[in-house]
């Protein structure tokens, strides 16, 4: 095996596997900070929409935010707060 001056592996095959577990380590660190209580409300649903790569939506019935909810073990009171949150900020915005 040859080892870069950098000190990665040239080799493909161990390249491609060294990229693949940072991208597992990316998302397992993600997963982490999506439902952790150190977390704000707010920061958990980012992170939640980045992993998804979706935007909550505005509708305070929408069937998904039972969904961001258990994922980001938050209650869908909570959820339907950030979502007024972002209302108010936007309408001050405009």
């Not at 040859?2 to 597992?24: C, D, M, Q, W």
């Not at 935010?65 to 972002?86: K, M, Y």
Request: hydrophobic content about 30%.
């Amino acid at each position: 095996m040859t080892i870069s001056r950098i000190g990665e592996p040239v080799n493909p095959a161990e390249r491609l596997a060294r990229e693949e577990y940072e991208r597992s380590e990316k998302r397992r660190q993600e997963l982490v900070e999506q439902c952790s209580d150190a977390n704000p409300p707010g920061v958990r649903i980012r992170t939640w929409e980045r992993i998804h790569a979706l935007r909550m939506p505005a509708d305070p019935e929408h069937a998904i935010l039972d969904v961001i909810a258990v994922s980001t073990r938050l209650t869908l009171e909570e959820v339907r707060e950030e979502q007024r949150t972002r209302a108010t900020r936007g309408a001050r915005q405009t």
